[in-house]
């Protein structure tokens, strides 16, 4: 099998890509994970835990066991590019027992032949948790300065809302303002009138005086004429009576 002679040379070309191993629309790394981010992925892992923690990954049912589908499945989402025929063959390869699976004896027999493989998928492993880690802090940082802006824009609102209220309540009493001081100017524009029909009133008053005096004097004048006359029409009265006796004697 050629594809091993130059020891995958197409994976640690894929290696120094800076490719992402996971392809996300908007939501969070860790929720569409192709791995396990809690194993430990460290620098310099011991063989046995590196053999192990890339055995877990291929693993994926938890069974011990590494089933085509999951082989199949790791390799893609890692980005190493085979074809599907070499990916059989090379799971053929591992399940030595013919059982459709590979146990855990057969893979460490497995990783002898073909540890380059076994140090891509631990290495790739690794280099997407750590780009995911980044990741996480980006969309976390996002996140916070959603919010952040979120309650801006809602302490904006809210600012604006009490605006227009204040402007509101303003122009309420600036009319109501206006009102009172049409209703104080009529009010001393009614003062101003009863005061003006007081003086008015006096005014009527000291003519009706004037006239009652003038009428008084008046009527005393026609007294004083009247009396003279009164009395001379007594006395002629007095004097026809008297010429009347005398009539009746004779």
Excluded: C, W
């Amino acid at each position: 099998f050629l594809y091993f002679i130059d020891p995958m040379s197409s994976l640690r070309r894929s290696l120094m890509e800076s490719k992402s191993a996971l392809k996300t629309s908007g939501t969070s790394p860790s929720s569409v994970l192709p791995f396990n981010t809690k194993k430990k992925f460290v620098k310099n892992p011991s063989t046995e835990t590196k053999l192990r923690l890339v055995f877990e990954e291929l693993d994926e049912h938890n069974e011990r066991k590494v089933r085509p589908e999951g082989f199949r499945r790791a390799l893609k989402q890692l980005d190493i590019h085979f074809t599907a025929a070499t990916i059989d063959d090379l799971f053929e390869r591992a399940d030595t027992g013919k059982l459709g699976y590979i146990a855990y004896t057969e893979y460490l027999n497995f990783t002898r032949n073909y540890p380059t493989l076994i140090e891509a998928i631990y290495s790739r492993t690794g280099a997407g948790m750590d780009r995911i880690a980044i990741e996480e802090k980006i969309y976390e940082q996002r996140d916070r300065r959603d919010e952040q802006q979120r309650k801006e824009r809602l302490l904006q609102q809210q600012l604006d809302l009490a605006e227009e209220a204040l402007d509101t309540q303003l122009r309420q009493i600036t009319s109501i303002e206006d009102l009172l001081k049409s209703a104080v100017a009529s009010e001393r524009d009614r003062e101003s009138e009863l005061v003006a029909a007081g003086r008015e009133v006096e005014r009527l008053k000291g003519i009706r005086a004037e006239k009652e005096s003038d009428f008084n004097q008046a009527k005393e004048a026609e007294h004083a004429v009247l009396a003279p006359l009164r009395s001379a029409e007594r006395n002629v009265q007095q004097a026809q009576d008297q010429a009347q006796l005398a009539e009746n004697r004779v």
